[in-house]
């Protein structure tokens, strides 16, 4: 346990019933020394402990891991630092993350678009701006409607993937920079 980060954690406003303060380069290392068990995944999941659900989402196969139990579990996510660990251990390792990515996006809470957005900054970073025109109109109109929002996470949120997006190409580049002009 590292007491430090444990109290530093509370007073930033994370709550679960319990933080030890594990760092996540160690809790990556505890991960790796098991195989991927959906099994044990989903019992830490329901721990209301930080250090158990973000390796939960270390530990869960993407194979096992159904769009309903995402589903389930982006319910659960009430914080941008597990959302963040979530989103880069698991989600965006799923055969469906882009459909979840515009899903949330599109969403009335703040957390889901949040995640929506960490979601799809993932993917770029991933993929590139591998994307239909009917994606590409529908990340920009999302990501437009989150820069005009007086929420401070989900318009950095939406900031961060409009610069990975920028980073794919000149085109894309272009067209952020032109964004970014107008809503700044």
């Known amino acids: 346990m590292n007491g430090v980060l444990s109290q530093s954690l509370r007073e930033k406003g994370l709550q679960y019933r319990l933080i030890f303060g594990i760092e996540l380069p160690r809790l990556r290392e505890i991960a790796a020394g098991y195989e991927p068990n959906h099994e044990l995944a989903q019992a830490l999941w329901k721990e209301d402990i930080r250090e158990c659900k973000i390796l939960a989402a270390y530990l869960q196969p993407v194979e096992s891991f159904y769009p309903e ?3 389930i579990w982006m319910e659960q996510i009430h ?3 597990l959302a963040d660990y979530v989103c880069m251990a698991l989600f965006r390792r799923l ?3 882009s459909q ?3 899903q949330w996006m599109a969403s009335e809470n703040r957390m ?3 995640m ?3 979601l799809m900054t993932h993917l770029f970073a991933m993929m590139g701006a591998t994307m239909n025109d009917r994606s ?3 990340f920009i109109d999302q990501a437009t409607a989150a820069m005009c929002s007086n929420d401070y996470i989900v318009k950095q949120a939406a900031r961060s993937a ?3 997006y920028a980073s794919c190409g000149e085109a894309q580049s272009i067209e952020v920079q032109h964004l970014l002009g107008e809503n700044s």
């Open 100 to 102: 979840k990515a515009f």
């Open 79 to 81: 914080n941008t630092e």
């Open 69 to 71: 139990i995402a589903d």
């Open 162 to 164: 409009l610069e990975r």
């Open 95 to 97: 055969p469906y993350a």
């Open 116 to 118: 929506g957005f960490r």
């Open 136 to 138: 590409r109109y529908e």
């Open 112 to 114: 889901e678009v949040y």
